[in-house]
Structures are given as structure tokens and as C-alpha cells.
């Protein structure tokens, strides 16, 4: 009877450890999407004038309200290193591709999505 007790027990603490890491894993990867639209927003705002319209309004909207949101999860200071961070990788991204390129591919993933960012 206590085996039986303690197997149950084992078991569920397995499954709740599975399930807690599953949890973590998924806010890991939402917390680096959030950072990736902000870098994508500063690389559009930075390199993608000299191709496209941009619509400053929806483009500073977005990044401001991801900014809100990566400040409430990881704290100011750890959004914005992760930032940093991405704004680094997006400038070498866009150099290894070229810029016009860069830009007509957030043109399409965006406007794929709905985001109206690029006006034409």
C-alpha cells in the first residue's frame, strides 16, 4: 500500500516538474519573440525608410507596448539586454543580406500577419 502511495506520488510530482518545464520552455520562447519584434521594429525604423513608407505610429505603438510587456516579465534591465542583444544580431542579419532584402522580408512577414507597419 505505501509503495503503491509513493509510486502515485513520484508520479505526479514527474508530471508536475514535466509540466512546470514545459511552462518555462513556452514563456522562453514568448519572451524571445516579444524581443525579436523589437529588434525587427528598430531595424525597419533604421534601415527600411530608403525602400518603404513606414507608418511611424503603428511602428513606435508596437515596439512600445512589447517594451511594456518584456519590462513586466524579465524586469527593465534584463529586457533591455535582451535587446541590445537583438538589435546586435538584426545589424548583422541586415548586413549579411543586404538591407533592401532585409526590408522586403519583414514587408512580407508582416504583412502576411496583418501588421500594417509598411504603408505601401
Given at each position: 500500500?505505501?509503495?503503491?502511495?509513493?509510486?502515485?506520488?513520484?508520479?505526479?510530482?514527474?508530471?508536475?516538474?514535466?509540466?512546470a518545464a514545459a511552462?518555462?520552455?513556452?514563456?522562453?520562447?514568448?519572451?524571445?519573440?516579444?524581443?525579436?519584434?523589437?529588434?525587427?521594429?528598430?531595424?525597419?525604423?533604421?534601415?527600411?525608410?530608403?525602400?518603404?513608407?513606414?507608418?511611424?505610429?503603428?511602428?513606435?505603438?508596437?515596439?512600445?507596448?512589447?517594451?511594456?510587456?518584456?519590462?513586466?516579465a524579465v524586469g527593465?534591465?534584463?529586457?533591455?539586454?535582451?535587446?541590445?542583444?537583438?538589435?546586435?544580431?538584426?545589424?548583422?542579419?541586415?548586413?549579411?543580406?543586404?538591407a533592401e532584402q532585409?526590408?522586403?522580408?519583414?514587408?512580407?512577414?508582416?504583412?502576411?500577419?496583418?501588421?500594417?507597419?509598411?504603408?505601401?
Open positions: 500500500m505505501r509503495r503503491a502511495l509513493l509510486n502515485t506520488i513520484l508520479a505526479a510530482s514527474t508530471l508536475s516538474c514535466a509540466a511552462e518555462d520552455d513556452k514563456r522562453t520562447e514568448t519572451i524571445a519573440g516579444l524581443v525579436r519584434i523589437v529588434g525587427a521594429q528598430a531595424g525597419i525604423v533604421l534601415y527600411c525608410r530608403k525602400f518603404h513608407s513606414v507608418d511611424d505610429a503603428v511602428s513606435e505603438g508596437l515596439s512600445r507596448t512589447v517594451r511594456r510587456a518584456l519590462d513586466t527593465r534591465r534584463q529586457a533591455e539586454a535582451a535587446i541590445a542583444e537583438e538589435g546586435r544580431r538584426v545589424a548583422k542579419e541586415i548586413e549579411a543580406v543586404g532585409w526590408c522586403a522580408d519583414q514587408r512580407d512577414i508582416l504583412n502576411t500577419d496583418g501588421v500594417r507597419v509598411f504603408i505601401d
